[in-house]
């Protein structure tokens, strides 16, 4: 385990590509010698990399191996034999043959002379300066030997440069800049962001967020990559200026997004310093956004609550209680109700945000313990038809490539997906590639950043109606049958026949023709063929999709669709093509794979299967009930109907992210108990008898599992608050309920997941310590693991078509309701918004906005900022209104990150057919303007207050009192 | 028959009174009842005789200059029509004007002969017979003509235009480039704008003979934004071109394509280095690039592209027409052919003077300079622009030749030669030099970013520490020549140290302060 502080080695400049043509051809080794000692490296490796990596330290300040060469600083200038002058090692590649000297007496004085230039206008502070101790300017000043300043007092300087505390994680310093440029490129190369430049020439020449404004003020979008990459302290971390250097730094894994970004938490003792993107983590490869990298304040928010409680009501006020009596309270409990209302009457909820290990121990405490299979998780509320989808169609419930391959991709097409707001990281990937050369498709209704940013232009955007996707997707696969563009060897080859001739019966239909479903879609017919013509025929095609697919009615339909278009041209089993969903939360890929549906043993396994199940039973000592239990939906339906009675929801949220919030505060309402597990007293902790306190990703070891299927340690770096991890927590309420546990540690939860896991056979903590992350699939046949899936064949065998008949969602506008309701994520909020408000990022997105269109808001006399009434055939709320354009007439976009927004008051109940996906992204609304807040609004607002009151003690004690007294 | 008169149209004649010349011509040839035709030709490049006014006679042509608007009068009194001698400003026949007559005009030689627009004219003049002749050659054989004509690259570096175009031909690539640096920022150079105001076809047929040779299908001229008179002659002369079928799709006739634009600089001397003009041209901010990559491996927008100065591209029509030996047949050593080299500052007789290697600058600065404008005796001469040395009379018998000229620390340059008197200070000159490096920086690389900063601070404070000072500055100035990423600060030095190495008196502690030496 890493555990000792030490920045990571820098080599200085990238590992070189060769050009990528149909496959990378391995590039030849140059041999040369530097100082005398041999070196041999990839052609177009740098002088300066190949120094470095033969352990020979050249002085450099403006070369880094995370960005291009940029040979501004001119300290890494070395002597080549043969050649005249110094040429700056960083910009000189590597040749056959090549002599060459890094450390000379003119060397030296060059160097030495250069440090003296910096210094000349450079503040000589270093002890009481931010980055001492961390300083790479401070380093070569001492590698050249600078000994004095000669330069005359009183020259030009920038020391009194006035400093930009705009931002509130970082603040920029001017006066420290030594104009190396690393930020300016980290924001374009990394980021994408092109936020920074250079202002002035000359020595004038100072870093400039957007046009010389307050960083805030400008594009920057705080990713922190130009603070990560300052040599000085120039970009600094607020965090490191107000606490000083780590002394150690333990890698980790984020818990925000699907994406999974690797960090190095940087600590002093058991408070987190800093979160630095970690270079070797496999999904982010050293980058971060502004959640990951600056949001982690929540962790120690004075909101966490650190005990349990219990009440016997939820109108009486919290009782601060042992864990022990919290958990024999929670278990009597649970057991009282099933003696009264049967074995099916309770149930579980598993976490996205939790570990593998927790959210497997969940499943099997409700199995195993509870003895039904009434456990679902909020993947139900997600990607739910992803995985149906893609176990109907491939074979397996998951995306099929790494993100490393959309370095491979030719053409992308992202469909329903916000990848610049909701998988940043990502995004930035995708950037990097969209600029050296590859097309962009982008199918969303609203014009998503992707569809025209800095040297991004999407070549089509099919901004096509809500609900519409299935008439869209036919239309593609129909466009490439018709015109022929279809890879017939691939399907002859890897696709089920019969199925597959079924298909094409279907999809040859006129009615799929873009002519014919324009006036569903509204999508302009050429556009359509033209794009469908680019993803069949312009090389690798990949796609990436989001909640943009699977939140509707027909959300596996849509799946299924993707992955017939992937399968029709041949786009699946290599690098830089694939079905690649983006999944939302930083475990839901993990969640599922745990076992967490209730047909679904881990690894997918039916728990219909005798085989399966009695592999299980053996291994639990447990008999299993065969028949899957209640969906999450179903549990709100029964708690209504007084069938399901209690409930055990470990970090999750249902109060505020599931649909129809009213329908789910009257199950919550009517359940006998609910057990919440949650770091903070959440929305649907108010509904709670029992709280059990949780512990944050940085306080417990597991491992998460991303959109990419790789499995990634989390490490624990502090304590628990509450002093368990939740782990612990499930462990010691199955333990209550007298089925035993006594794991000594999450490693041994993912052995015992492994042996009972075909698809997790190899999985270890002592292999994830070798490898840095696992891609499942690793067993016998892929024992390092799987980053592409479905190279030679299908995991199903022969990939499926199947048929995918446009059904329209019952949703439909009317007279009453005339507009759609869309709703989305933004950058700096994450889901439910429980972390994310707790932090800074709220600087950014203080409330849940309403875009609408200029017409559909001039026709209702709202103006910009109007408070607005958005109400559907379920329920209203209000919002603040914004008028925009990146909506399309008709259509009204909000995100659900805050509580009081209530977006989940108007949604409706209505659900994929396959996995009852709620259908969040289509809702029939209007909006008019209003001046107060909404019934349900100060309903919530009331009950909010109560609840504080019955948590704080005061009141709440008040108020017992006074019930004793009467 | 028609009276042709022939008034100068370019920047300087005009800054020198031309256009109220031809309008008083014009005036007095109707108040004459003379039917006059008016021509506003290119300049000639004898700018201490603008405006230099010809007109045609049967024994040929009969220059008169410099021409002031009041004297136009009596100009006509004295028998202008028909080429008399009585006037004080009649000046022969211009070709036997020495200054000319003593040139070696192979690239100039058409210029200021007629109308610079016309492409009658031009075509009269030999014009596109370069081109016509690529028209017939494999690329690889006009990039082997260019080759072998010696033709170095004008702009400064001298780089063998020849193996530029080779690496381009040789780099596939299904989008390649001609880019024109016309971005021609050096003190007292002019060359450029001569050909671009005097003779804009010749430019265009040269890039249109680079694009043929190495397989580049758009041109662009990087033109500095101080020059619209060239701006919108070259414009103009593009439009003509293309619709006489030299330009866009089909050229002449044949399958081949080449489209040309001019785009305009923003002012910044930095630009006319290779890299930061691509850059500029790509819409950037003008940073230097780092080589490699080449540009003529990735030049404009990533791809291969041939960056050559007005002059190198200039001199290919020639080359195509009478073949590379007539252009290497002149010049000495490894300098083949003719530098047009442009005489300005304290000089008598300013102007271009095209002439092959090999000619001292002695013979420059009092054959064809006439010594100094003031009087005085000549002191110093810079050569080669801002970031050339400074030479003292010592020197001026070296040949002018690239070689000769680097072994002394100095260089040729773009041609540019500024004469200096002898109330010169050259200690103020070193500090200029670092003064304009600082100004014109791009601020990419330390030396030249901090470097040209504090060396103006350095001189300014030599008196306060002779001896640390002087350690101090000669450091900075190896720091700036072997540290700098580009020739902006690597060659700020040259001034700098000519100026302390051939000029210490000018920068003793006791020195006689500036402009103190008595009027000769």
Known sequence: MLHIYEPERDYATPAPLPEYSAGYAALEVVELTIDGRPVAVPQGTSVLRAAALAGINIPKLCATDALEAFGSCRLCLVEIAGRKGYPASCTTPVETGMAVTTQTGKLARLRRNVMELYISDHPLDCLTCAANGNCELQDMAGAVGLREVRYPEGGENHLQAERDHSNPYFSFDPAKCIVCSRCVRACEEVQGTFALTIAGRGFASRVAAGAEQPFIASDCVSCGACVQHCPTATLMENSIVEQGQPEHSVVTTCAYCGVGCGFRAEMKGEQVVNMLPWKNGGANRGHACVKGRFAFGYATHPDRVTTPMIRAAIDQPWQVVSWEEAVAFAAGRLREVQQQYGRNSIGGITSSRCTNEETYLVQKMVRAAFGNNNVDTCARVCHSPTGYGLKMTLGESAGTQNFDSVDEADVVMVIGANPTDGHPVFASRLKRRLRSGARLIVVDPRRIDLVQSPHIRADYHLPLRPGTNVAFINAMAHVIVSEGLEDRAFIEQRCDQAAFREWLQFIREPSHAPEQVAAVTGVDAEALRAAARLYAGGGNGAIYYGLGVTEHSQGSTMVMGIANLAMLTGNIGREGVGVNPLRGQNNVQGSCDMGSFPHELPGYQPIGDDGVRSQFEGAWQVELDPEPGFRIPNMFDEALAGNFRALYCQGEDIAQSDPNTRHVEAALRKLDCLIVQDIFLNETAKFAHVFLPGASFLEKDGTFTNAERRISRVRRVMTPLAGKADWEATMALSNALGYPMSYQHPAEIMDEIASLTPSFRGVSYTRLEQQGSIQWPCNETACEGTPVMHVDEFIRGKGLFVVTEYVPTEEKVTRRFPLLLTTGRILSQYNVGAQTRRTANSTWHAEDILEIHPHDAGDRGIGEGDRVSIGSRVGETTLRASLSERVQPGVVYTTFHHPVSGANVITTENSDWATDCPEYKVTAVEVRRTTAPSAWQQAHSEFHQEQQRLLKGGPGEVSRDAAEKA | ?520
């Open chain 2, 1 to 520: 028959m028609a009276t042709r008169i022939f008034v100068p149209s370019d920047t300087t004649a005009r800054a020198l009174g031309a256009d109220a010349v031809a309008a008083a011509i014009e005036r007095e040839a109707l108040a004459r009842k003379i039917d006059l035709e008016l021509v506003r030709n290119g300049s000639r490049g004898l700018f201490w005789l603008e405006p230099l006014v010809e007109v045609e006679t049967s024994a040929g042509r009969v220059a008169y200059g410099p021409v002031r608007a009041e004297d136009v009068g009596g100009l006509f009194e004295a028998g202008l029509c028909s080429g008399a001698a009585r006037h004080a400003s009649f000046q022969g026949r211009p070709e036997d004007i020495p200054f000319l007559r003593n040139q070696q005009r192979l690239t100039f030689s058409r210029v200021g002969l007629g109308d610079p627009l016309s492409l009658d004219n031009y075509i009269e003049l030999d014009g596109f017979r370069g081109l016509s002749r690529a028209l017939t050659m494999a690329g690889e054989d006009i990039v082997r003509w260019v080759t072998e004509s010696g033709l170095r690259g004008r702009g400064g570096a001298a780089f063998p235009t020849g193996i530029k175009w080779r690496t381009v031909l040789d780099t596939p690539s299904p989008l390649k480039y001609v880019v024109c640096n016309a971005d021609e920022g050096d003190s007292g150079t002019f060359a450029d704008r001569l050909v671009m105001e005097s003779d804009p076809y010749m430019l265009i047929e040269g890039m249109i003979i680079a694009g043929l040779a190495v397989g580049a299908t758009q041109g662009y001229i990087y033109l500095r934004s101080e020059y619209p008179l060239a701006q919108r002659v070259m414009n103009e002369a593009i439009e003509r071109a293309h619709a006489a079928g030299y330009l866009g799709e089909g050229i002449r006739g044949t399958s081949y394509r080449f489209d040309l634009e001019v785009r305009l600089g923003a002012g910044a001397y930095i630009c006319g280095e290779e890299t930061a003009l691509l850059e500029s041209l790509e819409g950037k901010r003008g940073m230097v690039r780092v080589k490699p990559p080449l540009p003529a491996v990735k030049g404009l927008f990533g791809q291969p592209t041939v960056v050559n100065n007005v002059l190198s591209l200039a001199a290919v029509p020639f080359i195509l027409d009478r073949g590379p030996g007539a252009y290497a047949d002149s010049g000495m050593g490894r300098s083949r052919g003719t530098l047009p080299f442009q005489l300005a500052g304290n000089i008598a007789r300013g102007g271009l003077v095209e002439l092959a290697f090999g000619a001292t600058l002695r013979e420059l600065l009092y054959d064809f300079g006439g010594g100094s404008r003031s009087g005085r005796p000549l002191r110093a001469v810079q050569v080669g622009g801002p970031l050339g040395a400074y030479l003292p009379e010592s020197q001026w018998d070296t040949p002018l030749d690239y070689e000769a000229f680097a072994a002394m620390s100095a260089m040729l340059g773009h041609g540019g030669i500024v004469a200096f008197d002898d109330t010169v200070d050259l200690r103020q000159q070193a500090r200029f030099a670092m003064e304009f490096c600082a100004v014109e920086s791009c601020g990419k690389c330390t030396p030249c970013r901090i470097g040209s900063t504090r060396g103006v601070e350095v001189i300014d404070q030599l008196d306060a520490d002779p001896e640390g000072n002087r350690v101090l500055l000669e450091e900075l100035c190896e720091t700036m020549t072997d540290g700098s990423l580009c020739a902006m600060g690597g060659m700020t030095p040259y001034p700098v140290l000519s100026a302390l190495r051939q000029f210490p008196e000018d920068f003793t502690a006791d020195r006689e302060p500036c402009g103190s030496r008595e009027p000769v």
